[in-house]
């Protein structure tokens, strides 16, 4: 029987393949769903090394870790998603910085001007590329219009993922192909009733035009979810994902010798109560010692427990 061929291809613009090799594993994927960024039946791909994040593929999309990161969860928020239909941009091409824009002006739309929209954005800023086809917000200002966006996130490449389009709402909705250039100003010419809508964001004060991890976007779970007693983190960070694939280290007690002096116990030997027969160790201390020894590799990682289909390395 003839193959179909592949519904995915690379476009071969990352120009340095060794700092963008996918570190984000199978256990940084369960770590991902615990954190609730994607709705129960959103199917992720699982880790493969050899996957690049300019893949161009109409059956899955390419999202880095970072945005979920700061809070953000699927479905994004109609001003967020609007960017990206407008400039036609890919969620991996975009740099951290677009996304800390975004969160904040997010915000502002929600709570204080709610007229605000994607298309004002081009009176303050450019898209401007910085290699690879992956864009940045330049600023036209020497006072950019969000304050504390440029940070610098090491390793932000390396960690992304793969969603089936059809698992998530509007999946199939977003581009397919990487852009190599966009011009924000054509998108969305500059006018004067835009350029007002700014000016009012300049008026806020510093502090809601500033980034912060802590901001709270619509597109993050509602007030009443929020006020909720939290069974898992809101965020999860970046530096610590790394951390989660490897097995945890159990440090263990020596035994105790056995006395072979006739001399009485000491206060200090008193003190240690010898174990009655009858005394059962606590069921949280088993649980946990029998996760660290059967602690997931990533050959062996339970796909199923994690909404995954694993079939002959193929996702389905």
């Avoid at 997931?296 to 427990?305: G, R």
């Avoid at 909404?307 to 002959?312: A, D, H, K, L, N």
Wanted: charged share 25%; with cysteine.
């Amino acid at each position: 029987m003839r193959k179909s061929k592949r519904a995915e291809s690379e476009q071969n613009l990352l120009k340095d393949l060794g700092k963008e090799v996918c570190s984000f594993d199978n256990a940084d994927i369960s770590a991902l769903r615990a954190s609730d960024a994607f709705p129960p039946g959103a199917i992720i791909r699982p880790f493969d090394r050899n996957i690049r994040s300019d893949v161009s593929s109409k059956e899955s999309i390419c999202f880095f870790a970072y945005p979920f990161s700061i809070g953000l969860r699927y479905h994004l928020s109609d001003f967020i998603v609007r960017f990206y239909h407008l400039t036609g941009l890919s969620f991996a091409q975009t740099m951290p910085m677009v996304w800390r824009v975004l969160v904040v002006l997010d915000q502002i739309m929600t709570h204080h001007i709610p007229d605000l929209c994607i298309e004002d954005l081009p009176i303050a800023y450019r898209l401007r590329s910085h290699g690879s086809s992956r864009f940045f917000l330049f600023s036209t200002s020497k006072n950019p219009l969000v304050l504390k966006a440029t940070k610098n996130e090491d390793e932000w490449k390396r960690k992304f993922f793969f969603v089936k389009r059809e698992s998530i709402d509007k999946g199939v909705d977003f581009p397919v192909k990487w852009l190599t250039t966009a011009n924000f100003k054509e998108l969305a010419p500059p006018s004067a009733e835009l350029e007002q809508r700014i000016n009012a964001v300049y008026q806020l004060p510093e502090s809601e035009r500033t980034f912060s991890l802590f901001f709270t976007s619509s597109s993050q779970k509602s007030s009443s979810d929020m006020s909720a007693p939290a069974k898992i983190p809101e965020v999860f960070d970046l530096e610590e994902l790394d951390n989660y694939s490897g097995p945890v280290a159990v440090k263990k007690e020596p035994s105790p010798k056995p006395a072979t002096s006739s001399k009485p116990a000491s206060s200090k030997d008193a003190a240690i109560p010898k174990p009655s027969p009858a005394t059962k160790p606590r069921a949280s201390s088993v649980r946990k010692r029998k996760e660290t020894d059967s602690h997931a590799t990533p050959d062996a990682f339970p796909y199923e427990n994690h909404g995954f289909v694993e079939s002959s390395g193929h996702w389905r």
